[in-house]
């Protein structure tokens, strides 16, 4: 036994020194950047993110359903993926918010098992009170979570539809809400996992440097996460060439 503990430990030592080592930036070679997300596109022919009954998708406890009004919501936690592995892709959609309400739309998901350190997370959050508030926050609706605070802030106040368009180019990711640009980023940037480019502190559990991290994966949304319930509706995907 006391063999077998000492075994375990040092396997345990070993992971967490391996864990520990820096990650390399993914390599890119030349790309060359988008041209800027100003505007809301025309997704009316756009591919649906989801089929009705959520056929495919990874839906842990199928505790994320459609309403018979084409609403995407859950009452409970457990976050939901789409099946494909997307690169380059522009996702168009609409998202309500409750009082305290607090989810995400997850991009470049590369393992929905641990996706946490391992996505991009655009914040959908009770952000209205902030819309008058000069400071902005790594930490409100719009932001690249933990990594950029939206240049404004325009989520409605909750109970009011809003829009959200993503668009994932590489490593360029732009959002646009409710008719304003507000956040980008270019990955290659973020060569820390602790400091984001501007000085300002990155969350702990968001460990992974974005730089080392493979423009492609998983579409998802994060589950209940708040006070209340974020709700979803006309969620749309185009593949870019």
């Known amino acids: 036994m006391t063999r077998l503990i000492a075994v ?16 390399p930036p993914y390599e890119y070679g030349e790309v060359t950047p988008p041209e800027p997300l100003t505007a809301h596109p025309d997704s009316s022919d756009w591919t649906p993110l989801f089929a009705d009954d959520l056929a495919g998708a990874v839906n ?11 609403v995407l919501t859950t009452l409970e936690e457990g976050d939901l993926f789409a099946a494909p592995a997307y690169d380059d892709f522009i996702l168009d959609l609409e998202f309500m918010t409750g009082e305290g309400s607090n989810s995400g739309v997850i991009v470049y998901a590369n393992d ?9 997370e655009i914040q959908v959050h009770d952000s209205h009170d902030r819309r008058d508030n000069p400071e902005r926050s ?6 690249i979570y933990g990594h ?3 240049r404004v802030q325009t989520v409605n106040a909750p109970g009011e539809w809003n829009r959200m368009t993503i668009r994932c180019v590489g ?10 640009h507000v956040a980008t980023m270019d990955m290659r940037e973020w060569t820390s996992a602790t400091v984001n480019p501007d000085g300002s502190e990155i969350p702990e559990w ?10 492609r994966g998983h579409i998802g949304f994060q589950g209940l996460h708040g006070d209340e319930p974020v709700m979803y509706r006309n969620l749309r995907v185009r593949e870019l060439e």
């Open 8 to 23: 375990m430990t040092a396997s345990l030592v070993a992971f967490a020194a391996c864990a520990a080592q820096p990650q």
């Open 148 to 150: 950029v605070a939206p």
């Open 112 to 120: 929905i098992g641990n996706w946490i350190p391992h996505s991009v």
């Open 206 to 215: 968001l460990s992974r440097p974005k730089a080392s991290l493979e423009p």
């Open 138 to 143: 790594i930490h409100e609706c719009g932001s």
């Open 60 to 70: 842990p406890g199928g505790v994320w359903k459609f309403d018979e009004d084409g």
């Open 171 to 180: 490593p360029f990711i732009d959002v646009v809400m409710n008719g304003e």
